[in-house]
């Protein structure tokens, strides 16, 4: 696989585990075509982008579990969003069809603005171009992201999903205190539909035995991604990981920071942790 293919999966030598981690927003692939339409510069384009969270991941086959990214970055085709979440405000031909508040923010599949805000292109783009950029990059990436953790079901009886992203410092000014303490990690289940609760307990103390300040589903409880994917009473749970990339990076420079190993390797326990979670039953298998 390359920087081209619509995924990279990065596969364990050995299976041990019925964790499966995706990222779907560090793609960094930025067409030539989009910076030739965009309004937008590099820096601006990748206001959107979860910059480096793939590498803050990257410890995953290590531990035994497959970690599948995305190579087209968010402001090009947002993989956390439904196929057919189409913006009339950017999209030639589209009807508005009932109230979507991702879609009428601007923040379809095919995005019209950045997270910040500022418009993406100049005009508006072809239904075809849409639909050629979710034949290619959304499903082919979906359909490896539902094989996978078929095959961890199948394996193991069943499977974790673990949706990876960051989040800019400043969203979370206004989120709920934490004893007191601003949330380093959010985690989203979408209030316990897409995970069975002591999966969700189980990924929680993870987080929190590595020093980390977590909350969860506010103020983010999980996307399109989770929506699809976790079904406890099938014996699929999701769980979106959101991280503060003020811990890691310089979020106007988009560069890592001096203490970016660090955390990559407090993360590292924390896989560690999260592909020894029994999925059944929430609770880590003895060694």
């Not at 964790?19 to 206001?47: D, I, K, Q, T, W």
């Not at 090009?76 to 109230?99: K, M, S, T, V």
């Not at 805000?117 to 539902?146: C, D, M, N, S």
Request: glycine share 10%; hydrophobic share 45%; aromatic share 6%.
């Amino acid at each position: 696989m390359s920087e081209t293919d619509p995924f990279v999966l990065s596969e364990p030598a050995a299976l041990a585990s019925g964790a499966v981690f995706s990222s779907p927003h560090s793609g960094r692939n930025y067409p030539e075509e989009l910076l030739r339409r965009s309004r937008l510069g590099m820096p601006g384009l990748r206001a959107s982008e979860d910059v480096l969270v793939d590498e803050l991941f990257g410890d995953a086959p290590r531990f035994g579990a497959p970690l599948l990214r995305a190579t087209a970055p968010r402001a090009w085709l947002d993989l956390n969003r439904a196929p057919a979440e189409f913006d009339p405000a950017l999209i030639e031909g589209i009807r508005p069809q009932g109230l979507n508040q991702r879609v009428a923010a601007g923040l379809g599949v095919v995005p019209r603005v950045v997270s910040e805000g500022a418009e993406i292109y100049h005009g508006k783009i072809t239904l075809a171009e849409a639909e050629a950029r979710v034949a290619r990059i959304h499903v082919p990436y979906h359909q490896r992201l539902e094989a996978l953790l078929a095959r961890a079901r199948g394996r193991f009886g069943a499977a974790v999903l673990f949706d990876c992203h960051s989040m800019p410092t400043e969203a979370l000014r206004a989120a709920p205190r934490v004893h007191g303490r601003t949330p380093e990690i959010v985690l989203g289940d979408r209030f316990g539909a897409a995970s069975g609760r002591a999966v969700m307990a189980a990924t929680q103390a993870a987080f929190e035995r590595a020093g980390f300040v977590v909350a969860r589903n506010a103020p983010f409880a999980g996307g399109y991604i989770t929506q699809r994917y976790g079904r406890p009473a099938r014996g699929f749970h999701a769980v979106q990981i959101e991280i503060d990339r003020g811990l890691y990076l310089d979020q106007a420079r988009l560069e890592p920071l001096e203490g970016f190993d660090a955390i990559r390797q407090r993360l590292a326990g924390v896989i560690g942790d999260l592909v020894r979670i029994t999925p059944e039953l929430g609770a880590v298998a003895a060694e």
